[in-house]
T-cell receptor, first 113, second 111 residues
Framework: ETGVTQSPTHLIKTRGQQVTLRCSSQSGHNTVSWYQQALGQGPQFIFQYYREEENGRGNFPPRFSGLQFPNYSSELNVNALELDDSALYLC????????????FGPGTRLTVL | RKEVEQDPGPFNVPEGATVAFNCTYSNSASQSFFWYRQDCRKEPKLLMSVYSSGNEDGRFTAQLNRASQYISLLIRDSKLSDSATYLCVVGRGGGGNKLTFGTGTQLKVEL
């Protein structure tokens, strides 16, 4: 059974640029959630995707957007990067939308200069 | 007030000690409860779900008190490998919604 994978591992961008992060869910999992974890903080929920549609969103501005594909993989896009967007971005998958038990990928560490 | 509150620590304990972490949550509609473990610069890993009846997994015991909106984690016979940050996590149940994380409690187990 393949776990959650994310790419890239690390990324450095400058303020104002755009970034796309990718996630492949664990085998058999159809629901993907994205979280942002700033240094010294717990992860903060960005949004969840199920059946290729957004299914719940946290307190993040519209420049944070996402996609889910038919194979359940997902992308997180962030436009107009700001310095405060520097964080660990975590993807988590769950076996179905009716469960809160989520398994996390290794994350993408984004640095915005 | 934060939705999930934890003592950030650090808790520095000798190997073999028993250590307890506490957590409170503010949303009485919360339905699912978890403890995750996070090693430095790694992803959170599910340690255990938490039920009102209490549950035990080896050296780890978790307890939920819905009336007090309080969650606990007890680690017995601490090992060096238990050193990590422990995250208290609350969900609304039924999926489709976020997990809310505390800021984590750091544990350092020393020789």
């Amino acid at each position: 059974e393949t776990g959650v994978t994310q790419s890239p591992t690390h990324l450095i961008k400058t303020r104002g640029q755009q970034v796309t992060l990718r996630c492949s869910s664990q085998s058999g999992h159809n629901t993907v959630s994205w979280y942002q974890q700033a240094l010294g903080q717990g992860p903060q929920f960005i949004f969840q995707y199920y059946r290729e549609e957004e299914n719940g969103r946290g307190n993040f501005p519209p420049r944070f957007s996402g996609l889910q594909f038919p194979n359940y993989s997902s992308e997180l896009n962030v436009n107009a990067l700001e310095l405060d967007d520097s964080a660990l971005y975590l993807c988590a998958s769950s076996s179905n939308v009716g469960t809160d038990t989520q398994y996390f990928g290794p994350g993408t560490r984004l640095t915005v200069l | 007030r934060k939705e999930v509150e934890q003592d950030p620590g650090p808790f520095n304990v000798p190997e073999g000690a028993t250590v307890a972490f506490n957590c409170t949550y503010s949303n009485s509609a919360s339905q699912s409860f978890f403890w995750y473990r996070q090693d430095c610069r790694k992803e959170p890993k599910l340690l255990m779900s938490v039920y009102s009846s209490g549950n035990e997994d080896g050296r780890f015991t978790a307890q939920l008190n819905r009336a007090s909106q309080y969650i606990s984690l007890l680690i017995r016979d601490s090992k060096l490998s238990d050193s990590a940050t422990y995250l208290c996590v609350v969900g609304r149940g039924g999926g489709g919604n976020k997990l809310t994380f505390g800021t984590g409690t750091q544990l350092k187990v020393e020789l």
